[in-house]
């Protein structure tokens, strides 16, 4: 089963029973680079690095480093459109042809490499309704499930918020994302579970938490309001959410995705692996 083969990539990458297991995003880190963040990464604790493309594969390679989650392909639509990145997604029928080429060879390179889940997105809503939305998103997604089954990977559709950093965005409340899951009906679409965005858009995250778990292969981080460190300057017990996230039996990865605002970056992600290190 799929959730076999996601925990013995788990247990390899050092995830001890009862503990959350770190990764970290590398697109918070733009200015140091990749090789510099995976030794610092294994100095602090760190077990993957996420949301990386194929190229990146190897020197995680070399330092023994998961990529808990990879990142989203782009592929050229008419008129220059990008699709694949978060607006363009697969709410879209007309979408659906070039996602599927885009994806396809991106989930035999992740799985070469032994890495289980990647990303997508449900893309804007440009005046469509919900139901529409859910609908169009099944459809599309159900076209590389037998891919993914054969693999043994998961797509994961991420929880944004639209409230502040991406308008308009369509899977924007876990009610709806959950809803979808249902309607795809396979363990090889789940969501990943933006605490941040979570936090602006619905709060009441871990009481969700509790109630969906089973929908959530993936968890990120970041600070409310600003989406800075994940310390005393915002308003999440962190500590507290992830007590909740492994009380649901969770063996998975945290991402930290907040943006430092510290000048030591460095030493703020280090701390927010001591803070969720229950």
Not at 103 to 123: M, N, W
Not at 248 to 255: P, S
Request: include cysteine; charge should be negative; charged fraction near 25%.
């Amino acid at each position: 089963m799929l959730e076999e083969q996601i925990s013995a990539a788990e247990k390899a990458a050092g995830a001890a029973r009862g503990r959350i297991s770190h990764s970290v995003c590398k697109w918070c880190y733009p200015k140091i680079p990749l090789e510099h963040l995976c030794a610092a990464a294994k100095n602090i604790g760190l077990e993957s690095i996420e949301l990386l493309d194929p190229p990146d594969f190897p020197t995680l390679k070399k330092y023994d480093l998961q990529c808990a989650m990879v990142s989203f392909p782009t592929i050229e639509g008419p008129g220059g459109v990008k699709i694949g990145p978060i607006p363009k997604g697969f709410n879209r029928v007309e979408h659906h042809d070039l996602l599927v080429q885009a994806y396809e060879p991106l989930l035999k390179t992740a799985a070469d490499a032994g890495f289980r889940q990647v990303i997508c997105f449900s893309g804007n809503r440009d005046g469509m309704g919900d139901e529409e939305g859910l609908e169009n998103c099944a459809k599309g997604i159900k076209r590389l499930l037998p891919l993914c089954e054969r693999l043994g990977i998961r797509l994961c559709m991420e929880l944004l918020n639209s409230k502040v950093n991406h308008k308009d965005y369509m899977c924007d409340h876990s009610a709806w994302g959950v809803e979808l899951c249902k309607r795809v009906g396979s363990e090889h679409f789940r969501l990943l579970y933006d605490i941040y965005h979570m936090q602006i858009m619905e709060g009441d995250v871990i009481a969700t938490i509790r109630a969906s778990h089973p929908f959530f292969a993936h968890y990120h981080t970041g600070g409310v309001p600003g989406r800075h460190e994940i310390d005393d300057t915002q308003e999440l017990n962190y500590p507290a959410i992830v007590k909740a996230i492994l009380e649901t039996g969770y063996t998975g990865f945290l991402g930290q995705e907040f943006i430092p605002a510290k000048e030591d970056k460095l030493a703020s992600l280090k701390q927010a692996v001591k803070t969720c290190s229950l």
